[in-house]
C-alpha cells in the first residue's frame, strides 16, 4: 500500500510540479545507476533536491529509490513521519546514535541490502543558495563497509533559489542536474573524501 501509494502522490503531484514550475535540465542522465545497492551523492541547498532527484527515475523504479535522512527531523512529528515514510520513502539515519554507542546507519544499511539505490546529501544539511559546504565523512565510514557500492555524484543547480532554506513557496526557476561518473572506494576515507570533494567542485564549474 505504502509504495502504491507513494508511486501515485509522485505521478500525480510532484512530477508536475517539477515540470510545469521548475525548468530543469539534465547532464549525464545515462549514468544514474539502474540498479543496486547504490548511492546518489548530492549536493544540497532545498526541499526540491529529494523530489527532483527521484524524479529522475522511472515512476516504476521509485520503490527501490529512496533518501537517507534525518530521523530527529523528518520523524519528529506524526503528520511529518507519515509523510517522509510513506510518500517519500525515507531510511531514517539516527544522528543521535553514536552518542548511544549504536549504528546510525543500521536502516541504511538494510536498504543496501535490499539493493536499493539511496539518496545522500554528504553536506549533511541544506546549505545556502548555490553554495557547497565540507561534505561529512559519515558517506565514507559507510563505504568502507560496501566497498563494492556505486557512489554516483551529483551537483544540483537552481534549487536552492526556486525553494530556499526556510522557505515553504517555490517560485519558477530554471536548474541543472549534473551527473559525474561514479567514484570508487579508493581504500581510504580522506582519499575517499577528497574525491568526493573534487568531483563536486568540478561538476559545479559545468554549464
Not at 8 to 23: C, E, K
Not at 100 to 127: C, H, M, N, S
Not at 165 to 171: C, I, N, T
Request: charged share 20%.
Amino acid at each position: 500500500m505504502s509504495t502504491m501509494l507513494r508511486i501515485i502522490f509522485h505521478a500525480l503531484f510532484v512530477r508536475p510540479f517539477i515540470l510545469i514550475v521548475i525548468g530543469l535540465r539534465v547532464l549525464g542522465r545515462d549514468k544514474l545507476p539502474t540498479q543496486g545497492p547504490a548511492i546518489i551523492a548530492a549536493n544540497h541547498n532545498s526541499h526540491l533536491d529529494t523530489a527532483v532527484l527521484m524524479s529522475l527515475f522511472p515512476i516504476t523504479r521509485l520503490a527501490r529509490v529512496r533518501p537517507a535522512a534525518a530521523a530527529d527531523y523528518f520523524l519528529r512529528s506524526g503528520p511529518m513521519a507519515w509523510f517522509s515514510k510513506t510518500l517519500m520513502g525515507i531510511v531514517p539515519v539516527d544522528r543521535q546514535a553514536r552518542e548511544r554507542g549504536e549504528d546510525p546507519f543500521v536502516y541504511v544499511k538494510e536498504a543496501l541490502a535490499q539493493d536499493q539505490i539511496l539518496i545522500v546529501f554528504p553536506e549533511g544539511t541544506r546549505g545556502e543558495p548555490e553554495q557547497m559546504v565540507e561534505p561529512k565523512k559519515g558517506i565514507a565510514h559507510l563505504v568502507e563497509q560496501y566497498p563494492h557500492l556505486s557512489v554516483t555524484p551529483v551537483y544540483l543547480r537552481g534549487l536552492g533559489k526556486s525553494l530556499p532554506k526556510g522557505s515553504w513557496l517555490p517560485v519558477p526557476f530554471f536548474c541543472d542536474v549534473i551527473v559525474g561518473e561514479p567514484i570508487e572506494w579508493t581504500g581510504d576515507r580522506d582519499s575517499f573524501m577528497e574525491r568526493i570533494r573534487s568531483e563536486g567542485l568540478t561538476l559545479s564549474q559545468q554549464r
